[in-house]
């Protein structure tokens, strides 16, 4: 790795030194920008701590990255530890204002994501000038930083983008901190320093089972307890619609150019919607939290995502919530179906093994094995997380409950899972 410049001290890792290429990176508009996007969007409506950004997020990522390339029992040379954590630092400058709420709007209008904006970021602003310079390619960090480069190793794009990747353990680690939730405290450390190698995959040492266990469990009890809980979702999904309503007048969609892109942001959106008299009224709304009420709930692991993907079809979902709305007697304007999805183990790799597993090299360091063989825990966790909501305003709630239930059933106690 290059020479460190310097260091920044973070309440999460401690002191992360940074290298001159780095430091130049950190320096320049689509860094800088992750300032002013929030990590956790309205989670502070619940846990008022939580006002970190997408900013000390990536230098998190960025440390971890550069600290599992370094550690991995494989020879990885200093240009390739600097480039994977080059990587790690530029994998989120593709996020737009609001972070995934905002990113609702981008796949329905441009049928894009983050993931696809980041390369685009990277190669057509000031970042591929000051890689370039610092001899490495910026088309290889670009599809890196999004776990998508088929130039380098498989292992490499799996540090960054994997069940098991540097991104998961910063932002598990982090939004704990910063929440006060408990569920996120993991040996991320020891998950990290047993790393191996195989087949140019990367594994999980036997050894670190019970930190891979304690992992996998934070990061559904986070998805439950935090990024999808009631209250933050109510709260994104009238952003939503303030987005969506004010689309026409501000285009915010109609960018062509990184740098138009790289205008958008927390502060600035939040003002134009705000100015926007389409949207006024939400965003008065969200500024005195006057939200929306969850009225019914279901929640339930399943082996596929059918139940919340027939949801996600916009028509289905606006069809089933006109029928809540008849039999409440409301307009269908006032009736929110939210179906909010975790795949609790997506992996790619090498091996012969389902994707949906996670490979475990046992003591001897020679047999890859499935973690879902080896432990009950993650047997239980495989498969995905599938939460239906319906929400309403707070007059209209018991109607709604009672209408949704009537049409989408009311959940056995007996058939409830618990995980």
Known sequence: MERPWGMIKDPVHGYVHITEPEREAIDTLPLQRLRRIKQLVFA?????????????????????????????????????????????????????????????????????????????????????????????????????????????RAFMNQIISSAVDVDKMDFISRDTYHTGAEYGKVDIYRLIYTMDVIEETLVVDSSALAALEAFLIARVESFRTIYYHKTVRSAQILLVRALEAAEEELGLCSFEIPDEYLELDDYSVWAELKGCEKSAQIIRDLECRRLLKCAYERELQAEDKSISGLFSLDGIRREVESEIADLAGIPASNVFIDTPSLPSIPYFHKLSLDPMEIPVVDAAGKDVLKATKISKIIEVLKGFMNIVRVYTHEGDRERVREAAEKILGRLPEAARVSY
């Not at 502070?44 to 029992?73: C, I, Q, W």
């Not at 080059?86 to 796949?107: K, M, N, R």
């Not at 049928?111 to 088309?139: A, F, M």
């Open 44 to 152: 502070d409506y619940v846990y008022p701590g939580a006002n970190h950004t997408r900013f000390e997020h990536s230098v998190g990522v960025m440390h971890l990255a550069g600290l599992l390339g370094k550690t991995l029992p494989i020879s990885l040379d200093k240009d390739e530890v600097q480039k994977i954590r080059l990587a790690g630092l530029c994998h989120d400058v593709g996020h737009g204002p609001f972070s995934h709420t905002f990113e609702q709007v981008l796949i329905k209008r441009l049928n894009k994501t983050h993931e696809d904006l980041t390369p685009w970021i990277v190669r057509g602003t000031e970042l591929s000038e000051i890689i370039s310079k610092h001899g490495y390619s910026p088309d290889e960090v670009a599809d890196l930083a999004v776990g998508r480069d088929q130039r380098a």
